[in-house]
């Protein structure tokens, strides 16, 4: 029996309620990452946004954990490999609210993009190049419903430099992402593609935030 595997589609996309968090499985809770991923995850469900990973270790607990340090939501979409042995699986620390197991790797992949509203990347490996660049893709693809990157990190300036002098990149491709390098920067950024988000959706805007006295 062939494995089907849904492709995310067009369809006018009006939410940003649901964010898709990558990076290396290779971190434990005393890397720098771990940490700021755990920070990063947490301002988002203080923020009522619902964290999405792979359900494995490293970033991807990093981000359950924090965003359930502020009491939020988190989904998992996971794969149970057979005779993968530099596939890190399904993490048995990694406890979420909701959990979508898949077939394979690629049917993972995109499920994590199909159920994101926005992705934030960070340091990884070729896993997370491959999420990157499948969901930078995407956002191409349907520039106009398309889903935004927030890319996390200073060395994201190089990586792109480099993407930029040596690929054939259109001005809409650069405008899909942001770089950040820190949670204010990742705030700013994340208001930016909110209020993008309302214009191209014809949705009201949120109002400023009172002044205080």
């Known amino acids: 029996m062939k494995t089907q595997i849904k492709i995310p589609s067009p369809r006018q996309h009006c939410t940003m309620k649901n964010v898709a968090i990558f990076g290396s499985a290779d971190v434990d809770e005393l890397h720098p990452l771990y940490q700021e991923v755990f920070k990063v995850a947490r301002y988002l469900a203080y923020h009522d946004k619902v964290?999405?990973?792979?359900?494995?270790?490293?970033?991807?607990?990093?981000?359950?954990?924090?965003?359930?340090?502020?009491?939020?939501?988190?989904?998992?979409?996971?794969?149970?490999?057979?005779?993968?042995?530099?596939?890190?699986g399904r993490f048995h620390e990694n406890n979420v609210d909701k959990e979508i197991k898949t077939a394979n790797y690629i049917e993972r992949m995109f499920r994590l993009i199909e159920h994101a509203d926005i992705f934030v990347c960070f340091q990884g490996g070729t896993g997370t190049l491959s999420e990157w660049a499948t969901a930078w893709l995407l956002g191409h693809l349907y520039y106009g419903n398309h889903k935004p990157l927030i890319l996390y990190g200073e060395f994201w300036n190089d990586l792109m430099e480099v993407i930029h002098d040596h690929f054939f990149i259109s001005e809409k491709e650069r405008s899909i992402y942001k770089i950040v390098k820190n949670e204010r920067e990742l705030i700013e950024a994340l208001d930016y593609f909110e209020e993008e988000l309302s214009e191209r959706c014809g949705l009201p805007h949120r109002p400023e935030p009172e002044a205080q006295s």
């Open 51 to 88: 964290v999405i990973d792979g359900g494995g270790p490293g970033v991807m607990d990093a981000a359950t954990k924090g965003a359930q340090s502020a009491g939020g939501k988190t989904l998992a979409v996971t794969f149970y490999p057979k005779d993968m042995p530099e596939f890190e």
